[in-house]
């Protein structure tokens, strides 16, 4: 295995693991802050370096659904999209799940409308969390492009059978040029294989029907196959972790400590403020205060019982969310961990902090402030949920 | 509740899928029908004018002639009775067949 360093945005991490996968087909529909991804995958088709079929279509309705009938006919698929194409692909999202079909999905983080924005906040992939989807967030470019690449066996690994999605923030990675240590083609190929699906509509030597009416007879059936599949992940994403180590060399991570052992005060945030909130935790250990970061990755299947012992003895925890769920107990990852917590029997502090809405900035003396002011609460306060960064 | 003697989540095939070709024939749709053709064949003149109208291929042909209807699969939806030119198709209540 060779690697090289480059310098590249989030985008073209995201479309060079692409292009070294080299899908079948990949059908897409721009969006901001998507478009970059396809912008840079389209020049690889144009040039002759994939054999991807690139499907332009009307919509992003019309994406997932091109993605969905290649993908049963048994191609390789990959695409990409953001907020409101997420969102327009809504219904065929839950298609490709409950069809069981291994679709890899880059999602570039972006606030749903209304009002309108471009920048990134997860309401668009947090509305999909219960779509039968995996879901892995990615707090860099790095992340991304080797996520992308482990997500296709993931995807397509025989007792899962499930559509991946990968999640990095809008603008601030897909935009923002980091280095990336890419892996060279060949490795890449060996690593993630020939797709060969057991049951695919252009085996005509063994015709099957895909996605017919399913009623009260068997549909329940289904979906607990389906909470079977995505849950399996569980056990075979640490085996293939193991896999990829041995062919790269390298550490996958799906749940991360960062100088967690004697932390007392705790900060749980996925993606891109995980990176901010690492250089908070540097700078405030240098001033001996014991504070810690916990970076989900992985958040379908949900890592509940790795997440509580993670912050098992820790005196206080603040989950940041970058969504929120209106009228629930809080924000997606606060409800999550706060009902893993419910087994334990000694539980931390824990509140909510909303914060980075619509790409409302949040910089490192942001989450200095919050870790200053979780440090002086002493009891499990009332209110749960804070609105951080947002005028009164 | 469910019905025990279908099998369960474990053994059927995953996302829906249909593994046999055209086995569609084993799913009896005739108990959906409420309305029976019923076919007089003095007046029937064997156009196969409803043979080629029915969207359920529910109108068997022996010896080239129109034979009766498939009730295991015949839905009800009265379009032989409609597209026949002789009227000699009559739909008629499903619940006046029941014993
Ligand atoms: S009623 Fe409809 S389904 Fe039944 S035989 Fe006539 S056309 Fe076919
Ligand atoms: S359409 Fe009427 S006349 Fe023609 S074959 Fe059918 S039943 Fe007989």
Same mark, same amino acid.
């Given at each position: 295995?060779?690697?090289?360093?480059?310098?590249?945005?989030?985008?073209?991490?995201?479309?060079?693991?692409?292009?070294?996968?080299?899908?079948?087909?990949? %059908?897409? /529909?721009?969006?901001?802050?998507?478009?970059?991804?396809?912008? +840079?995958? +389209?020049?690889?088709? &144009?040039?002759?370096?994939?054999?991807?079929?690139?499907?332009?279509?009307?919509?992003?309705?019309?994406?997932?659904? +091109? +993605?969905?009938?290649?993908?049963?006919?048994?191609? *390789?698929?990959?695409?990409?999209?953001?907020?409101?194409?997420?969102?327009?692909?809504?219904?065929?999202?839950?298609? $490709?799940?409950?069809?069981?079909?291994?679709?890899?999905?880059?999602?570039?983080?972006?606030?749903?409308?209304?009002?309108?924005?471009?920048?990134?906040?997860?309401?668009?992939?947090?509305?999909?969390?219960?779509?039968?989807?995996?879901?892995?967030?990615?707090?860099?470019?790095?992340?991304? /492009?080797?996520?992308?690449?482990?997500?296709? *066996?993931?995807?397509?690994?025989?007792?899962?059978?499930?559509?991946?999605? =990968?999640?990095?923030?809008?603008?601030?990675?897909?935009?923002?040029?980091?280095?990336?240590?890419?892996?060279?083609?060949?490795?890449?190929?060996?690593?993630?294989?020939?797709? *060969?699906? !057991?049951?695919?509509?252009?085996?005509?030597?063994? %015709? =099957?029907?895909?996605?017919?009416?399913?009623?009260?007879?068997?549909?329940?059936?289904?979906?607990?196959?389906?909470?079977?599949?995505?849950?399996?992940?569980?056990?075979?994403?640490?085996?293939?972790?193991?896999?990829?180590?041995?062919?790269?060399?390298?550490?996958?991570?799906?749940?991360?400590?960062?100088?967690?052992?004697?932390?007392?005060?705790?900060?749980?945030?996925?993606?891109?403020?995980?990176?901010?909130? !690492?250089?908070?935790?540097?700078?405030? @250990?240098?001033?001996?205060?014991?504070?810690?970061?916990?970076?989900? @990755?992985?958040?379908?299947?949900?890592? $509940?019982?790795?997440?509580?012992?993670?912050?098992?003895?820790?005196?206080?925890?603040?989950?940041?969310?970058?969504?929120?769920?209106?009228?629930?107990?809080?924000?997606?990852?606060?409800?999550?961990?706060?009902?893993?917590?419910?087994?334990? $029997?000694?539980?931390?502090?824990? =509140?909510?902090?909303?914060?980075?809405?619509?790409? @409302?900035?949040?910089?490192?003396?942001?989450?200095?402030?919050?870790?200053?002011?979780?440090?002086?609460?002493?009891?499990?306060?009332?209110?749960?949920?804070? /609105?951080?960064?947002? *005028?009164? | 509740? &469910?019905?025990?003697?279908?099998?369960?989540?474990?053994?059927? %095939?995953?996302?829906?899928?249909?593994?046999?070709?055209?086995?569609?024939?084993?799913?009896?749709?005739?108990?959906?029908?409420?309305?029976? %053709?019923?076919?007089?064949?003095?007046?029937?003149?064997?156009?196969?004018?409803?043979?080629?109208?029915?969207?359920?291929?529910?109108?068997?042909?022996?010896?080239?002639?129109? #034979?009766?209807?498939? /009730?295991?699969?015949? !839905?009800?939806?009265?379009?032989?009775?409609?597209?026949?030119?002789?009227?000699?198709?009559?739909?008629?209540?499903?619940? #006046?067949?029941?014993?």
């Amino acid at each position: 295995m060779t690697s090289k360093i480059n310098a590249m945005t989030g985008a073209e991490a995201t479309a060079e693991a692409m292009r070294q996968v080299n899908p079948d087909v990949v %059908p897409a /529909y721009p969006i901001t802050p998507q478009t970059p991804v396809m912008h +840079a995958f +389209a020049s690889f088709v &144009s040039d002759g370096l994939v054999d991807s079929e690139l499907i332009r279509v009307e919509s992003e309705h019309s994406a997932m659904s +091109a +993605a969905v009938g290649a993908s049963a006919a048994g191609s *390789r698929v990959m695409t990409a999209t953001s907020a409101n194409g997420l969102a327009l692909m809504f219904e065929i999202v839950y298609i $490709a799940s409950s069809t069981r079909l291994p679709i890899v999905m880059n999602v570039v983080n972006r606030a749903l409308s209304g009002p309108i924005n471009i920048h990134c906040d997860h309401s668009d992939s947090m509305a999909c969390r219960d779509s039968g989807w995996i879901q892995i967030y990615c707090e860099n470019a790095q992340e991304v /492009y080797e996520t992308s690449l482990f997500a296709v *066996r993931l995807a397509e690994h025989c007792d899962i059978l499930l559509p991946v999605m =990968i999640c990095q923030d809008g603008f601030i990675i897909s935009h923002s040029v980091e280095r990336v240590e890419t892996f060279d083609d060949e490795s890449v190929r060996s690593f993630i294989g020939e797709y *060969r699906p !057991k049951h695919c509509l252009l085996d005509t030597d063994n %015709p =099957i029907t895909i996605g017919p009416l399913d009623l009260f007879d068997y549909y329940y059936e289904h979906k607990r196959q389906q909470a079977e599949a995505i849950n399996n992940a569980r056990e075979i994403i640490p085996k293939l972790a193991a896999e990829y180590k041995g062919h790269f060399g390298k550490d996958l991570n799906f749940l991360e400590s960062y100088k967690m052992d004697d932390a007392t005060d705790v900060i749980v945030v996925m993606s891109s403020t995980a990176g901010t909130t !690492k250089a908070v935790v540097d700078k405030l @250990r240098a001033e001996g205060k014991k504070v810690g970061l916990l970076k989900p @990755r992985l958040f379908r299947p949900f890592p $509940a019982h790795e997440i509580s012992l993670a912050l098992k003895g820790k005196r206080m925890v603040a989950v940041l969310d970058r969504s929120d769920s209106f009228g629930s107990m809080g924000g997606p990852l606060f409800s999550e961990i706060r009902s893993a917590l419910y087994d334990e $029997a000694e539980k931390p502090i824990i =509140i909510n902090y909303i914060y980075g809405l619509g790409g @409302r900035e949040m910089m490192l003396d942001d989450i200095e402030g919050i870790y200053n002011e979780i440090s002086c609460i002493n009891s499990q306060p009332e209110e749960k949920v804070k /609105y951080f960064g947002v *005028r009164e | 509740m &469910s019905d025990e003697n279908k099998p369960g989540w474990k053994t059927i %095939p995953i996302g829906g899928m249909i593994l046999e070709a055209g086995n569609a024939e084993k799913y009896k749709t005739g108990d959906w029908r409420t309305f029976r %053709p019923q076919r007089d064949h003095d007046k029937c003149t064997n156009c196969m004018i409803c043979f080629m109208y029915c969207p359920d291929s529910a109108i068997p042909l022996k010896d080239e002639k129109v #034979d009766g209807f498939d /009730y295991d699969h015949c !839905k009800g939806c009265g379009i032989c009775a409609k597209m026949c030119p002789v009227k000699c198709i009559e739909m008629k209540d499903e619940n #006046d067949f029941k014993d």
